[in-house]
């Protein structure tokens, strides 16, 4: 059984960072996609950045590309994701997902079947 645990979130000013981590246990191979999304109160979850854990592409969705940074520490099994020079419209409930076994291409929205419980970030201005 694959399990997701996020931490990290915290209430921060604009223009500041944060990292938020999601640790995976449960798998028994190692090929698959890993990912965030959020949810702002009243919109729809968006992804958000992406990765491979074997062949390391990467994936951002274009109103974070440049400030925040997808990672994987694979010897801890961990996802990070750093985020720089945030700003109000960056509030919402961050969300760590994870696909079944995938090999080679890139990682799509439509891979993710496990997710984590969530963990909030709140950007005031």
């Known amino acids: 059984q694959v399990q997701l645990v996020e931490s990290g979130g915290d209430s921060v000013q604009a223009g500041g960072s944060l990292r938020l981590s999601c640790a995976a246990s449960?798998?028994?191979?190692?090929?698959?996609?890993m990912g965030w999304f959020r949810q702002a109160p009243g919109k729809e979850r968006e992804e958000i950045a992406n990765?491979?854990?074997?062949?390391?592409?990467?994936w951002y969705v274009g109103s974070v590309k440049g400030r925040f940074t997808i990672s994987r520490d694979n010897a801890k099994n961990t996802l990070y994701l750093q985020m720089a020079s945030l700003k109000p419209e960056d509030t919402a409930m961050y969300f760590c997902?994870?696909?079944?076994?995938?090999?080679?291409?890139?990682?799509?929205?439509?891979?993710?079947?496990?997710w984590g419980q969530g963990t909030q970030v709140t950007v005031s201005s």
């Open positions: 997902a994870a696909s079944r076994w995938k090999d080679g291409g890139y990682c799509s929205q439509d891979d993710f079947h496990y």
């Open positions: 990765l491979h854990t074997v062949y390391g592409n990467t």
């Open positions: 449960g798998y028994t191979y190692d090929r698959y996609c």
